[in-house]
């Protein structure tokens, strides 16, 4: 392909993403299959183009005076990037829009007009590239540190993590097998298990037999220690873990890891079809589960099998504002009505998951959310309607995993000795996480 053919190409592909709810992998992924003409290296560069688009997306949208509403954006976005974000001069960015084979028409006077104007004086939701409505929320919860968080959340291509399966393979060697690959692995600070890679150029770790061998699974170091820190491994020999959400089952892996063989763990969740997709994880892993489908997640019939738990991990649906560095679509279509609709969503589901804890039991809360509302405000109303369940200090918890985490002590300064933790890729590098902790009194 030409790299005007290109630059058309990932115009299509943000024209497509604005009108779908699918991931960008799934729409770059099916842009592929369909275009078999498009080798890697083209796949790569569109790649690398919608991704720039959609990061700085609220920027180049302002200075092209488009809103998130303004159909068919996503020439004015590859436009835009090319001016705004690779400093392109103008008849370069001509020559490539010029209306030659497969690539974009000419300019029009109005775009010409509005790269020579460019962006001018941007409010704030535009340079963070945050959604509007987010920016109050970050001022008020992050104070000064808030553009900082932002632009660490919203900016930045996230590097990936890996987390070694201490029951088939250790660190150094897995960090060996990775550099044998071309790679430049580097140890996570906080995890013991985690190993993390640059984020370009990408690596195709399914492919690696370290992978497919369930030696290393990908899984962000926040996400690793939300795992960690609930402490599975820590539970008498016959525990019996609940993973009240386990989605795909990163988290349901982890904590298998750490209970090593012993005792029971159910993974639950209201989609049977990613409960599926932890099965083959699982066996590539070493590891079991039992398998819960809440067919209907207001019966209370089908709790009665998860009662008595040792440890309830809660890991709950939420807006994924902790990834948005990954998934920067997501960002553009959450707004404050989502929000409040999974504050609820998350205080009914944790409701139902106290039911299951045993008394002494634990109940850790985790979201991949940056935002209070689904936070902060979730575990306050949790808190007043469970006074059988008291807040257990994060620091009990890291003391407890020594065996997992390196830097305990900056993680228990974030805490504030408290038993709410909250991780960002500004503070800690990692995807956004908040984690809370409960024992059940009576
Ligand atoms: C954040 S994701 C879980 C991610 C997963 N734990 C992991 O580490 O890969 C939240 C999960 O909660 C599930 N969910 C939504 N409503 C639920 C409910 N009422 N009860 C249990 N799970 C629910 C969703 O289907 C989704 O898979």
Same mark, same amino acid.
């Given at each position: 392909m030409t790299p005007a053919a290109r630059l058309q190409a990932a115009a299509d592909i943000l024209d497509q993403l604005s009108g779908t709810r699918a991931t960008v992998e799934a729409v770059l992924k099916q842009w592929g299959q369909v275009n078999r003409y498009a080798g890697s290296k083209d796949r790569r560069a569109i790649a690398d183009r919608v991704y720039r688009c959609l990061r700085a997306k609220q920027r180049l949208l302002w200075a092209m005076e488009l809103t998130e509403k303004s159909p068919a954006q996503g020439r004015a976005l590859v436009l835009a990037s090319l001016s705004l974000i690779d400093a392109m001069p103008i008849e370069d960015i001509e020559s490539f829009f010029? +209306?030659? +084979?497969?690539g974009p028409k000419p300019l029009t006077a109005h775009e010409r007009e509005r790269l020579a104007v460019g962006e001018g004086e941007a409010p704030a939701w535009v340079t963070t590239g945050l959604p509007e409505f987010v920016v109050s929320r970050f001022e008020q919860q992050f104070g000064k540190a808030w553009s900082a968080e932002a632009t660490a959340l919203m900016m930045p291509r996230a590097p990936i993590d890996l987390r070694v399966n201490s029951a088939k393979a250790n660190r150094a060697d897995m960090m060996a097998a990775l550099e044998a690959e071309g790679l430049s692995p580097e140890a996570t600070p906080f995890s013991k298990y985690g190993v993390r890679l640059r984020a370009e150029p990408p690596p195709n770790l399914v492919k690696l037999d370290i992978y497919q061998s369930g030696q290393v699974e990908i899984q962000d170091e926040g996400s690793q220690l939300a795992a960690f820190i609930a402490g599975a491994g820590l539970l008498p020999g016959a525990a019996k873990v609940v993973d009240f959400c386990a989605g795909g089952g990163g988290k349901t892996l982890a904590l298998a890891q750490m209970m090593d063989g012993n005792g029971e763990i159910y993974a639950c969740d209201v989609v049977e079809k990613r409960l599926k997709a932890i099965e083959p994880r699982l066996i590539r892993a070493g590891a079991t589960a039992h398998f819960i489908h809440f067919f209907d997640p207001d019966d209370v019939v089908q709790l009665e099998v998860l009662k008595g738990a040792d440890l309830v991990l809660v890991d709950a649906p939420c807006s994924g504002s902790g990834t948005w560095r990954r998934h920067p679509e997501d960002a553009h279509r959450l707004d404050e009505a989502k929000i409040e609709g999974l504050h609820t969503l998350q205080t009914q589901i944790l409701d139902r998951a106290a039911q299951c804890v045993k008394v002494g039991g634990r109940l850790v809360y985790v979201t991949c959310s940056v935002l209070d509302d689904e936070n902060v405000q979730t575990a306050d109303a949790f808190e007043a309607m469970h006074p059988n369940y008291d807040a257990l200090p994060i620091h009990t918890l890291l003391e407890n995993s020594t065996l997992y985490i390196d830097h305990a002590a900056r993680l228990n300064k974030l805490a504030k000795t408290g038993h709410r933790l909250s991780l960002t890729p500004h503070t800690t590098q990692t995807d956004g996480f908040f984690i809370a902790a409960y024992t059940r009194t009576q």
């Open positions: 010029c +209306g030659e +084979g497969y």
